[in-house]
């Protein structure tokens, strides 16, 4: 959605802008608390995409949207500006950060892209390095060549800066503790054929 010609670039201003609009009114009659927020707000993930895909030019139509949808629905105009204002630096701020983040390819348009990219940002350093040179190739597709699954989390052992997390799928997976907080260090971890429970692991990646 990268419009060249001034007639186009309109046309698409607008029709986010209704579909912005369209949305948040369906959002607002999920229940909203005080009649302008709601457990699930659809436009959040449109204006995201449309700012990614076709860039922060598109902003006028999120803050207008925004700024309609709040206003028609009962909100003082000085409360729909401050919405407004807010859904569109969200919308920017997350996109800036989504096509600048190093794991980032591409448009997300499966569960497992999904999947791979929050697995990517959770890797640790080490553990993405290595994946990305043994693979020679971006993290994120990496990741979903691997064919991991997600799954709840079934019992969890923690070593002070260590632990070991245990998943309904069978598989385990490693973190470790550092500058940067929590980080995966192995994931699809189970016990080595023939070898006793807290024998090595053979695992799907690991640094």
């Known amino acids: 959605m990268r419009a060249s010609s001034p007639l186009a670039r309109s046309a698409a201003l607008f029709g986010l ?23 699930v707000w659809p436009p959040t993930g449109i204006a995201l995409a449309a700012l990614v ?3 922060p030019w598109l902003w006028p139509a999120i803050a207008t949207g ?24 969200e919308a920017l701020i997350g996109a800036r950060l989504l ?19 929050l697995a990517c940002a959770l890797l640790s350093p080490d553990t993405r390095a290595a994946l990305e040179e043994e693979e020679q190739k971006p993290c994120r597709e990496a990741v979903a060549s691997l064919g991991l699954q997600a799954a709840p989390v079934t019992g969890l052992q923690l070593y002070i800066t260590n632990a070991k997390a245990d998943l ?9 503790q550092g500058a940067e ?8 971890c189970r016990p080595a054929r023939g070898k006793p429970a807290d024998a090595p692991y053979d695992c799907a990646l690991e640094a």
């Open 66 to 89: 925004a700024f309609v949808a709040n206003l028609s629905s009962g909100a003082p105009w000085l409360v729909a500006v401050g919405i407004a204002l807010g859904n569109t630096l």
């Open 99 to 117: 096509r600048s983040h190093p794991n980032y390819s591409g448009p997300v348009r499966r569960l497992r892209d999904a999947f791979a990219l």
């Open 181 to 188: 907080g929590w980080r995966l260090s192995a994931v699809g």
């Open 53 to 55: 895909r076709g860039g």
């Open 17 to 39: 802008a209704l579909v912005y609009i369209a949305t948040a009114r369906g959002g607002l009659m999920l229940d909203p608390v005080g009649g302008f927020a709601t457990l």
């Open 168 to 176: 309904a799928n069978g598989d385990s997976v490693f973190l470790s």
